[in-house]
Every structure is written in C-alpha cells, then in structure tokens.
C-alpha cells in the first residue's frame, strides 16, 4: 500500500512562493496519476493541479493557473507543487493524492473520489 507524506508547507507573504513536496513509500508512483488538493476551514477540499504517470497531462484549477507549477519525479517517487505569486485565498491545508488510475480526462481527475491514497497535508498560509 502506498503512502504519501507531503512537506514544503510554512507561512509566507503574499507574492511569495513555496515548493510542496509530496514522498511516496511502500510502492511505486510510476502508474499512479497524482493531484493536489487544498481544504480552508469551513470549505470542502478542492481540487489544484493533477499530473498523469508519465507528466504527459496536467490540469490546473483555474485559480491557480499560471500561478503553480505540478511536475513528478518517478526516480524519486515525489511529486512538487511550485506555487508562486502566492494570494491570501490560497491558504489551506494542502493534500496530496494519488490515483490508480493513471490518466484521466479533466473531468475525472479534478473529483475527490477519483483518488485512492491520500496524505496528512501540510499547511499554506498566506499573509497580506
């Protein structure tokens, strides 16, 4: 069973950028297709960036389009999340994910319940 632990989250201020993390153990990312997600209090989680297996395919939410950057690497079985210019709404416990299902069309890959494996989340927050 794959487990993830992300890392990177802290306080910074807005226009900042951060660098999320997230590590795998137990088996391979390599077939696993991986997202972010973020939840703010009293929010339901919502989706931020997916990457297929192979960083063939990314989708972004269109808040953050622009702003971050998703990329994996299977040899490390990490997956980031670069944030840049970073805003005050974009505070929120951040997850990672991941999905077997390797690929998938945007529609599928932005649900919550398109993802087995999900991490603890690390914090963003953004000050103005």
């Known amino acids: 069973q794959v487990q993830l632990v992300e890392s990177g989250g802290g306080l910074v201020q807005a226009g900042g950028s951060l660098r999320l993390s997230c590590a795998a153990s137990g088996r391979s990312l390599s077939s696993y297709a991986m997202g972010w997600f973020r939840q703010a209090p009293g929010k339901e989680r919502e989706f931020v960036s997916s990457?297929?297996?192979?960083?063939?395919?990314?989708h972004y939410a269109d808040s953050v389009k622009g702003r971050f950057t998703i990329s994996r690497d299977n040899a490390k079985n990490t997956v980031y999340l670069q944030m840049n210019s970073l805003k005050p709404e974009d505070t929120a416990l951040y997850y990672c994910a991941a999905s077997r299902r390797g690929d998938s069309v945007a529609s599928v890959a932005v649900r919550v319940q398109s993802y087995d494996v999900w991490g603890q989340g690390t914090q963003v927050t953004v000050s103005s």
């Open positions: 990457i297929n297996w192979n960083s063939g395919s990314t």
